[in-house]
């Protein structure tokens, strides 16, 4: 009975230390807009520093975007895209452990 109690607080012990050293994922999030103002439909795509598609999300009518809390801490490349061709400069980000980041794109 004591190693079926000793067992069961060391699993326990265990799965608490893995679950404190998961990084919780943060967000990137802005608004995709024309020179003049005006609000852009655009697909706007996340990539990590070896160019990979981490995300993707379209605009909505008002131009804004939001990836969710689904990218994973590090560096990223965010690009807008019109009929698969990108548009505007692309913008260098760091995404933080649950944070969010802004990233404002001008076409």
């Given at each position: ?5 000793g067992?069961?607080l ?73 009929r ?24």
């Amino acid at each position: 009975m004591r190693m079926k109690i000793g067992l069961l607080l060391i699993a326990l012990f265990t799965a608490g230390l893995l679950a404190a050293c998961e990084v919780a994922p943060g967000e990137i999030s802005g608004k995709v807009t024309y020179s003049d103002g005006r609000d852009a439909t655009v697909i706007v795509k996340v990539f990590d520093l070896s160019n990979n598609v981490v995300h993707t999300v379209s605009t909505t009518t008002g131009g804004t975007y939001y990836t969710g809390r689904r990218i994973p801490p590090g560096t990223y490349v965010v690009r807008a895209f019109k009929r698969d061709e990108q548009v505007g400069e692309e913008h260098k980000v760091t995404v933080q452990a649950d944070a969010s980041v802004v990233c404002n794109i001008v076409i």
